[in-house]
């Protein structure tokens, strides 16, 4: 698409964004579909080649050309493909049916001395080509474009994680100042989060499942035309060891998708983290816990131009809400069809790529934003001495645990809705009643040292 083309494009994902989308290209564009299309018809044919039963013999050099039709699928191969959909060609009336046209490509292409025209699509429907066919799509879609980003997120957390395990930071709870941690450790929380999340979504990516079974499900025109074959046995192995994925023997003659929303909610899973973080890192910024490096050139405000802004953040907000949004609706709606088929599935399968391209577009925002923003370390530690209140869980604790069962009435009626200081702390402590290594204990608590093991914390990342 050149610059032009974007400009006039319907969608923000062809337009504003395609530089970030077409990683997904190769997966969810229309010529994508046809290529995969044209991969698994190719593949059953071979495969009913290597069938005894059948007659059908097709040579190693005759195997190599077919297999090109999808490894070496180009432009114009698409072209063709829609050509015959739309317009018909060399013989072959318009279909106006994309299925059909992908068949008809495969015929077309064959060999002169080929006797494999009969064979082409033998027994099948469409959905036995189409679920398949989207199946490898989104499968090689997550692993080869959105795992990857992913990862690239987590790693960075991680990164960030080592680095700032000892940098103390005041918590908030309610908004309000609370029990203090460290920048490290709140960053490995959300890399452990991200962790397990694309440990489900490879999960459900490494279950997807194709189906095989025809217009019913029953495998009827296969044991029509040849009774003494074991078509599920075929179909199985057709779809494990051909295709790489699971097998789905049950079905009507649509494969239930419930691997697919399976795979969905996984991902939503991922971007509710993600979008935990964009909130929380928002928070910071605003704080200015966290400074932002800013971009030779880059405009902040239209107006005010002293303002960097955390825009990477909120596009990523953005992003991921409404991919979760397309996520829900895919998720719901690609479970459920009228009795054997209906072809509203059709259109909303087509919209599995906008879905992945407005997660693609989140993870790249948010990596952005991750490579852009430094703690202020002297803020941080000024926040935290201002508010030495927040020693008095410590103070309270410690008090229990020599026998005090009033510690936090005590401790309450210094601090609660107090402007204090550590020297009021510690004029309380030497009014206590207690031994003096407890005394010398109390008064060596400061917000910054009040950190527990959160340091220590941040090693419990894989």
Known sequence: MTDTDALYAVSPLDGRYSGRTAPLSPYASEAALMRARVRVEVEYLIALADLEATPLEIDSDEREHLRGLYTTFAEEDAQLIKKLETEGHAGFEATNHDVKAAEYFVRHRLPEDSDASAWIHFGLTSEDVNNLAHRLLVRDAVDEVLLPALYEVQDSLAEMAREYRDLPMLARTHGQPATPTTFGKEMAVYAARLGRATGRIREATDDLRGKLGGASGTYAAHHAAYPEVDWQSFAAEFVTDGLDLEFQSLTTQVNPCDDLATLFDAFRGANDVL????????????????????????????????????????????????????????????????????????????????????????????????????????????????????IGEAVQTILRREGQADAYEQVKAVTRGKDVTLEDFRAMFDDLEVDEDVREELHALTPTGYTGVASELVDGLE
């Not at 200015?288 to 030779?296: C, D, H, K, M, S």
């Not at 693609?360 to 201002?386: N, Q």
Request: net charge negative.
């Open 275 to 390: 979008l935990d973080l964009d909130l929380d890192v928002w928070l910071y910024v605003s704080d200015r816990y966290l400074g932002q490096e800013t971009v030779a050139g880059e405009t902040g405000s239209s107006t005010m131009p002293h303002k960097v802004n955390p825009i990477d953040f909120e596009n990523s907000e953005g992003n991921l809400s409404k991919a979760n949004s397309d996520l829900t609706f895919l998720a719901d709606y690609v479970t459920t069809s009228r009795l054997q088929r209906d072809l509203s599935d059709s259109t909303v399968k087509r919209n599995i790529g906008p879905a992945f391209a407005h997660c693609l577009i989140g993870y790249s925002k948010t990596a952005a934003g991750l490579e852009k923003v430094v703690p202020t370390e002297a803020v941080m530690r000024e926040d935290l001495e201002s508010t030495p209140e927040i």
